[in-house]
């Protein structure tokens, strides 16, 4: 099943055995299995379902895979190293990094990273779960330049809050109560608003809101939320939808919570 091929030990054994035979159709079946760290019986027996399964044909002691086998081998070594790339993506080594200077820093003073506004602030002499060591000198407000990182950053995820909006079909931003939906936004507390949709940003002009995110609006909006920042969404349905499954992977993926509700608009009363 693809998103579980490392997983699969039984199948990758497979796998590094059609390779073996690929390479060299006459290796002993003994050689083969102290290579790959399992018992010659154990081979013995990866052969023979293999060769059940027609993935390899066997002929005065020479082996090697099928067609079948052949494209089998080709198309799961692709899927295995399209996991492992995927991995390495989300494994990062950051030795250095750029942060806000809150006051004036020193080369080589001591600070605590922190993130404030949406930004990686460093401030000089403080402690904090990230540490580092100025790199140069820095002015307030100033990018500063800071090594010899330790620990990691605290994160307070922001909020999300989604403004459900109706499709064209049920009326569109034609049918949306301007007015009660510009008191139910300002209950929110939010840094940023993000438009989903056509309709999104049809309903933030006429409620004269300047969306902050419109192009990925999906992928903006986390990156915003990762950093502390409260995120108002307008969208219809599809897009809130979309943009509820997104948060709810990043969760699972990082474990995190994101604190996010869905409202909808309110509509206009229709008259009797």
Do not use: W
Not at 5 to 11: Q, T
Not at 28 to 33: F, I, V
Not at 58 to 84: D, M, Y
Not at 223 to 234: D, E, P, R, T
């Amino acid at each position: 099943m693809k998103g579980y091929l490392l997983r699969d030990l039984k199948r990758n054994t497979e796998l590094l055995i059609l390779a073996e035979f690929l390479r060299n159709p006459s290796v002993r079946r003994k050689e083969m299995a102290e290579k790959l760290g399992v018992t010659e019986q154990a081979i013995s027996q990866y052969v023979t379902h293999l060769e059940k399964e027609r993935l390899i044909t066997s002929n005065h002691g020479r082996s090697k895979p099928t067609r079948k086998g052949t494209q089998l081998l080709q198309e799961r070594l692709f899927g295995l190293r399209e996991e492992i790339e995927n991995i390495l993506r989300n494994i990062q080594v950051i030795d250095t990094c750029l942060a806000m200077a809150t006051a004036p820093i020193k080369a080589n003073d001591p600070v605590g990273l922190v993130m404030r506004d949406g930004k990686l602030v460093a401030i000089p002499n403080t402690t904090s779960s990230s540490m580092g060591i100025a790199r140069a000198d820095a002015n307030r407000n100033e990018e500063v330049l800071v090594g010899n990182l330790e620990g990691v950053v605290d994160l307070e995820l922001g909020e999300l809050h989604l403004l459900q909006l109706p499709f064209e079909i049920t009326g569109g931003s034609k049918s949306v109560d301007l007015e009660r939906t510009m008191k139910t936004i300002r209950e929110f507390s939010y840094n940023e608003i993000t438009v989903g949709d056509l309709i999104g940003e049809v309903i933030a002009r006429k409620l004269k809101l300047k969306p902050d995110i419109v192009y990925a609006p999906i992928q903006a909006s986390l990156s915003a939320l990762s950093k502390g920042l409260n995120v108002l969404f307008l969208g219809t349905v599809d897009s809130v939808r979309e943009m509820v499954s997104a948060v709810e992977s990043l969760e699972s993926e990082t474990g995190y919570k994101i604190s996010h509700r869905t409202i909808d608009v309110p509509l206009k009363r229709r008259k009797n």
